[in-house]
């Protein structure tokens, strides 16, 4: 499927960015490495749990993130971010969190209807399981969208706050629409009915047409993220951070997906580990990983703080500016210069903005994959290269690579190191720790 535009997304962390003034180094930061879009969690007044996801107010700016001696108010601080943000070529997006909000929310004394509840008048929380446990989020109320059609002891519903609810998100969209915000990435998008998405989707884009929607389905069976992204989303994410470079699954997930919506690939995110302290800070496994990321699918993100190598991980409640670098020159890696030359490739190239037919050839070292991809939009054809071993050399070795190609043009080597001005046959090269090869041809 073909992308709507390029998306090569940085994810500012407003808790480790701080004021909404000192955002635009960030940015300019993230523009230079070649990213086109912004997402910023979600910066509404927060619960008393503090975490960026128990949101109180949904029309109030967190106040954290203001600057006090700024007469302007919180709407018109964010104005002035996402126009700095669109003088440097980015758009921006936000969080869109419509599956609950804080407990301490005034919503549950004025609309009480709004939302799910248990026995002895306790407000249901939402949940997940993680590893086989299941984790409740208690800081956290749940809306209710219909979805439990009965109360206990068998009585019906009374499903008529759906409609005010349905206006109270679509007014909270439109005011975060009118700050400029022009995409949002649907936290647990799963857990909202897709009638709820797809009304709301609609309405949106038949006055803001520009407007993306992302949907957040990680950790849902890819039949679930069908479902979800029939609804008319624009992109969903993709699991591939979890791959082992090894199994079948992620293919077999890719392949049920992408003709639904283009999907993005990750290499960390602000849920995850740091990719740097599980790597034990190899500069090699962390591009290895980014050029995966960003070739395999559609979209590519990072988190704030990758392109450094930092390794304390990202925190909805405890993360602070001070978790940043005094000095950027004493991080440990600097992978600025390679993030920005695959995002040069990615951008170049109609192949790398679309879920393309992908497959992973069969090759007799298991230390080396072969990863190729066909444009379906261009006649565009490539071959990744990769050392799955970041620690040590893998030769690969071949009578032609166009054997693992359809097309019989010559092939060009695009690789964003180490590049070779022609491939010869046969073909035989002592891959360094990590390295990618990234031919292209046509048919």
């Known amino acids: 499927m073909q992308a709507k535009q390029k998306m090569h997304i940085y994810n500012l962390f407003p808790l480790l960015a701080g004021k909404l003034s000192n955002w635009g180094g960030h940015m300019k930061r993230a523009s230079d490495m070649g990213f086109n879009w912004i997402f910023i969690n979600p910066i509404q007044e927060l619960g008393p749990s503090g975490s960026l996801y128990s949101i109180s107010d949904y029309f109030s700016i967190n106040p954290a993130f203001l600057n006090g001696k700024n007469k302007k108010s919180g709407d018109e601080q964010v104005k002035d971010v996402v126009k700095e943000a669109r003088e440097l070529g980015l758009g921006m997006m936000t969080d869109l969190v419509i599956n609950h909000c804080s407990t301490g929310s005034e919503l549950l004394k004025t609309h009480p209807e709004w939302f799910q509840w248990e026995a002895r008048g306790k407000v249901a929380h939402p949940f997940a399981f993680e ?12 809306f209710d969208y219909g979805d439990h059609r009965e109360e206990r002891g068998g009585k019906k519903k009374d499903l008529k706050h759906l409609e005010e609810l349905f206006k109270f998100f679509k007014s909270v969209v439109e005011n975060l629409i009118g700050m400029g915000f022009e995409g949002f990435r649907c936290d647990a998008a799963y857990q909202v009915p897709n009638r709820f998405w797809e009304r709301l989707i609609r309405e949106i884009k038949e006055k803001h047409p520009q407007v993306l929607f992302l949907a957040e389905t990680l950790g849902c069976p890819p039949d679930q993220t069908r479902r979800t992204a029939s609804a008319g989303f624009d992109y969903i994410f993709n699991s591939s951070k979890w791959w082992d470079l090894k199994g079948h699954w992620l293919i077999e997930q890719y392949a049920l997906t992408r003709e639904i919506a283009p999907s993005i690939s990750f290499p960390e995110s602000h849920d995850t580990e740091r990719l740097a302290q599980e790597l034990g800070g190899s500069v090699e496994g962390m591009k290895q990983r980014y050029l995966f990321s960003a070739l395999f699918s559609a979209g590519v993100m990072i988190p704030m703080g990758f392109e450094f190598g930092l390794k304390k991980k990202l925190h909805v409640v405890n993360t602070t500016p001070q978790d940043w670098p005094a000095s950027l020159e004493e991080t440990e890696m600097d992978l600025r210069e390679f993030i920005k030359t695959v995002n040069e490739i990615k951008a170049s190239h109609t192949l790398f903005a679309e879920e393309a037919p992908t497959a992973m ?60 001005d022609y491939v010869p046959s046969p073909f035989e090269y002592d891959l360094r720790p990590g390295q990618g090869i990234l031919l292209i041809t046509t048919r």
């Open 131 to 142: 590893d086989g446990k299941k984790v409740v989020w208690k800081d956290l109320a749940k």
């Open 361 to 420: 050839l069969p090759y007799e070292n298991p230390n080396v994959l072969v990863m190729w991809k066909a444009s379906s939009q261009s006649s565009e054809e490539s071959l990744l290269i990769l050392n799955k071993d970041y620690k040590g050399k893998q030769l690969f070795q071949t009578e032609a690579v166009q054997k693992f190609l359809q097309a019989g043009a010559p092939v060009v080597d695009i690789s964003p190191e180490y590049r070779l």
